[in-house]
Structures are given as C-alpha cells and as structure tokens.
C-alpha cells in the first residue's frame, strides 16, 4: 500500500527545529484560531529546515509530478492529546493539542496562507474531522458507514483552496484517505473534450449548509449563509478538466454534481471519470502524526468506509485550507487579506 504516495520522512535534527519553533509560537499564542497566529506562523515557518522548506515550495509550484505529498516522521504521544472529541464543535483552545496543530500550521504556511469558511465552523482554521454517529451516512467529515465520494474541497466555490493539508492524530480504526490526481489518470481523447467544456454543474457541499454549523461556541444566522443558497440556486456551468492538457487542474465533487440537464453525452462522460477515478485510486492509510498535503486544484480525495470506534481513541484528523494567494479572494471577505471567506 501507498507504494505509489510520495512519502518524506522528518529527520531527527530537523525535529530539533520544529520544536524549537512550535514552543517559541507556544510562548505567545495559546491558539491557532486567530489571524495574528497566523501571520506569525508564517514568518516562523521560513526558519524551518532548509530540506522541508524546499521540498513544500517544489510542492506546493507543481515542481513534482504528484498532486500529493506524505510527510511522515513527527512524533504523537497518544496519552498526552487525550480524549478524541466526539464532534466537530469542540473547543478552539485545546492545550493537549496545540503543539500538534501549530506543527500542521508551520508545515501548511510553507505552501501558501492558510484560511477558513464563514459558512463551515465559523471561519476555522483546523477542522476536527471525527467519526459522528448521526453523520454516519452522510457525505460529510463525520461519516463512517459510506464511501465519501470524490471531492476537490470547496469545489463549488471560485475562491476554493489551492492546497490543503490532512493531520492524523489517531486511526486505529485503520480507515483509507483515497487520493487520485488527474496525473494519475490517462483520459481517452473523446472524454478529454468532453469533461473540459463547460457541461456541468456543482452544488454546495453540506458542510456549509445551515443545519450543519449549530455550535455551542458560535451562533450564525440565516443571513450567513445567503451565498451559499445563491450558489445552490444558481450553480455556474463549470468544466471538469481545466488548462492544457497534460497540465489540467480537475473540478469534481461526485455527490454534488452532475451534467447540465438532458446532456446525456457529458453524463456519460463524468460516469466514465469517477469510475476510472477509482481504478486509479492510491488509498493511504495514515497513522498518528502523518501529514498529507494535497494539491487541491489536481488532486481529488475520500475516503473507505470504516467500523468507529466512538469514544476517546476514535479516528481523529484535522484538515486546514490554504491558497496561494490570499487576497486573489478579496472580494469574499471583509479585508482583502483576511483568512475568512463570507
Ligand atoms: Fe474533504
């Protein structure tokens, strides 16, 4: 398995380093939920090894040919993060935890700023993605019982991440992260045509529906969530395959998507495209303090339905967006270099 995922390992002196840089941000921020961390994670990160960094800039520029990178090697100890919480709506102040999430933020900032959805959590940053009994069926973070089907994040949306990084913190429950880049795909010429031409249509995920942001830290109002209902409304004809061929960005979401109406040809064709989508799949199985950076503008993920272990060693990732460019989105937010889209 994962014989196909780029996979880097820490060495044991640049760990010294990352300490170092975790416990001085330490020093100063008891969170990362909050845009002057942020910045000065960012700042930080250039101190890190000179090996990491380049290796994150090549990624993060397309340098490689792969649309996603496995960085392991940084040490959990599963006694001191405690208890798995048993849903997203935990606490944007965990001690447990924040020499962890600072790790993720250190590694993610040297591909790009990171940022977060008004509309999913409130504008956080680091998602908790946990196994959610309710949830169990659905195509959400918090399901278990089904395939979360094929999904560049955000994909409805013009302002979606360049990049994103996935942290395992736990997965005894051995559950797969799929992968598959649109360099891992070889698309006959018919298909090609089609799936590039603007014959389809995505809708909102439900992660950024109403029902599915209730917290007991935040409130948001109807209001909040009027783009969204425009999007759903009123979904853009989009095309799945992007750019010059042999350099294409891919635009799926499997469960919100489809042809435009009475395009049967097109529907085919993204018929043809999930299905091949599997064939091509690089399943990887991460364990505690593995880091999974995917380029979210070539790279498709989901996951392999799993049996959960609810409780306080369930499976538990974090998963935070980055863009390149921050103020590219300026338009969607209240500062054009804010890291919280509306
Ligand atoms: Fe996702």
Redesign the pocket.
């Known amino acids: 398995m994962n014989a196909l995922v780029v996979t880097e390992s820490i060495q044991n002196d640049e760990l010294l380093i990352i300490e170092e840089l975790i416990n001085r941000l330490k020093g100063k921020f008891n969170t990362i939920e909050q845009e002057k961390f942020a910045d000065e994670c960012l700042l930080v990160g250039q101190e890190l090894p000179y090996r990491l960094r380049k290796l994150l800039n090549d990624f993060r520029n397309r340098r490689m040919n792969d649309g996603y990178l496995l960085l392991r090697g940084f040490p959990i100890d599963d006694e001191a993060i405690g208890r798995t919480p048993s849903h997203w709506d935990a606490s944007w102040i965990n001690p447990r935890i924040l020499r962890e999430e600072i790790f993720q933020c250190l590694i993610s900032s040297c591909t790009g700023d990171i940022f977060g959805w008004l509309t999913q959590e409130n504008g956080r940053y680091l998602r908790h993605i946990v196994p959610i009994e309710k949830d169990k069926n659905e195509q959400l973070?918090g399901s278990s019982n089904v395939v979360l089907l094929w999904?560049v994040?955000e994909a409805f949306h013009p302002q979606r991440a360049d990049l994103m990084s996935i942290m395992c913190y736990r997965n005894e429950e051995k559950a797969c992260t799929n992968i598959c880049a649109v360099s891992d795909l070889d698309i006959p010429d018919q298909y090609w045509e089609i799936l590039s031409q603007k014959r389809f249509f995505i809708e909102p995920d439900k992660s950024h529906m109403q029902e599915n942001n209730e917290s007991k830290h935040w409130q948001l109002n109807e209001e909040h969530f009027k783009k969204i209902h425009a999007f759903l409304e009123n979904p853009e004809p989009v095309s799945v395959l992007n750019g010059i061929r042999g350099q294409e960005n891919l635009l799926v979401d499997e469960a919100f998507m489809d042809a435009l109406p009475g395009d049967e040809e097109a529907k085919k064709a993204l018929k043809w495209l999930f299905n091949h989508m599997n064939e091509r799949n690089n399943p990887i199985m991460m364990g505690p303090g593995d880091l999974l950076l995917i380029d979210n503008r070539m790279t498709a993920?989901g996951r392999s339905p799993y049996v959960p272990n609810y409780g306080p060693k369930a499976r538990w990732l974090r998963r935070v967006n980055i863009t390149a460019d921050l103020r590219k989105s300026y338009q969607w937010k209240d500062k054009p270099y804010g890291r919280v889209i509306f």
């Open positions: 973070g999904h994040e993920h």
